[in-house]
């Protein structure tokens, strides 16, 4: 249910004026405001909804983080709402993140940048959830704002596959390979693809089920999930 329409009532509220005006103020450095757990929310959609630029919210944890942005979601939308999450592992651990929290952060970090607004009609995004304009909130858990990030992962192109392009099937397989994909003989987890004929599987990082592109020569004939 979305519960944007309580929004309209928001401005006209005394409080919220005073706290626009002291967070948009140009000597504003520190605003202190005591809001209870059940209106942050709310509060965070409102300040969003109104200023029309993206909000980051730092949290303590993931699950606050999470819980916040599904929150908000129910008055912006849920495209308009999303959470940012830490590496599971420390430094000094030998182990790598899980593929969908890689997969959750580039697509983040791709949807912020310049160039990431938006996925062709039709097309398959590899490693990606999807991205698209109008990211109102986004909330961070501290641990994830304190980790640094990679120069130049908002440029790395993610690779693009729709329906009636043509290509060709040892380019695409090459494209996913540089892209981090694993070759294997059948597709069972995520970042792994394999080639039977003229059939592409392959598991995107960010989608519960893998992918077929079936070519039909050098024409992408169909995509579907399986």
């Known amino acids: ?6 929004l309209d009532r928001l401005p006209a509220d005394p409080a919220f004026q005073q706290l ?4 948009e103020g140009a000597d504003a450095q520190r605003v202190e405001a005591v809001v209870p757990d059940v209106a942050r929310a709310f509060l965070l959609a409102g300040l ?3 200023s029309g630029r993206l909000l980051v919210v730092v949290t303590a944890t993931t699950a606050d983080a999470e819980a916040i942005a599904t929150d908000v979601a129910a008055f912006l939308g849920p495209d308009r709402a999303a959470w940012f999450p830490a ?4 430094p000094h651990e030998r182990l790598s993140p899980r593929s969908e929290t890689v997969a959750r952060r580039l697509a983040l970090i791709r949807r912020l940048s310049p160039e990431g607004s938006g996925e062709p009609q039709g097309g398959a995004p590899v490693g990606s959830e999807g ?3 109008g990211l109102a909130v986004l909330t961070v858990p501290a641990r994830a704002m304190m980790q640094p990030l990679a120069p130049g ?10 329906r009636g392009d043509r290509v060709e099937l040892e380019d ?10 694993q070759r294997t003989d059948m597709v069972e987890r995520r970042g792994e693809v394999a ?32």
Do not use: C, K
């Open 131 to 133: 991205s698209g304009d």
């Open 1 to 6: 249910m979305r519960l944007e329409p309580l």
């Open 172 to 181: 695409l397989l090459e494209r996913l390979v540089a892209s981090g994909y």
């Open 48 to 50: 969003a909804a109104a």
């Open 87 to 90: 590496w599971e592992t420390l």
């Open 195 to 226: 080639v039977r004929g003229g059939l592409v599987d392959f598991f995107p990082p960010g989608e519960d089920h893998p992918v077929r592109v079936e070519l039909w020569g050098d024409e992408v004939e169909s995509i579907r999930a399986f």
């Open 153 to 162: 992962l908002d440029a790395v192109e993610p690779v693009r596959v729709a």
């Open 20 to 23: 626009r005006a002291a967070l």
